[in-house]
């Protein structure tokens, strides 16, 4: 199983914002930090919000910021939510099925089974969880603007 970029962006843009619930973060910012693209972004904020797990805030001091506490959002529940397609075979949607051993073919119950225990094992998951290790990914995503170094000139 391999989450899309999509996925992948806005569980990276929940953690940022979790380890700064104080902030209002643009999406410049964000972008900057986690090494992503704006436009893509964009894109991931606006569907975020759209789900509730972010709030934006206009104007000079505005930004991004999490809509629901670290401890209310399911990983689980966001990977369903952002994942538009999570078949792991062709047989998983009638629609685009061309297989003729699909009617007695083990294989889709199999990775039925297989996706339905790796999401159980999401849904035991939090964003709080997964910020666990705070004391080591903090300093991962230091502000660009403190990593600048004073340069003296004579």
Known sequence: MRLTRFTDNALRCLMLLGLEPERCI???EIAERMNMSYEHLVK???????FGYVETVRGRHGGV???KSVHDISIGVLVR????NLALA??????????PISSACRLTGTFDEALNAFL???DQKTLADIL???A????LLVRRESMVVATSYP
């Open 26 to 28: 643009t999406v410049n």
């Open 44 to 50: 991931i904020v606006h569907r975020l919000s759209e």
């Open 65 to 67: 910021r999490l809509g």
């Open 81 to 84: 939510q952002t994942e538009e």
């Open 90 to 99: 062709e047989c998983f949607d009638p629609q685009q099925n061309t297989c």
């Open 120 to 122: 159980a094992v999401l």
């Open 132 to 134: 666990e290790p705070r």
């Open 136 to 139: 080591e990914l903090v300093p």
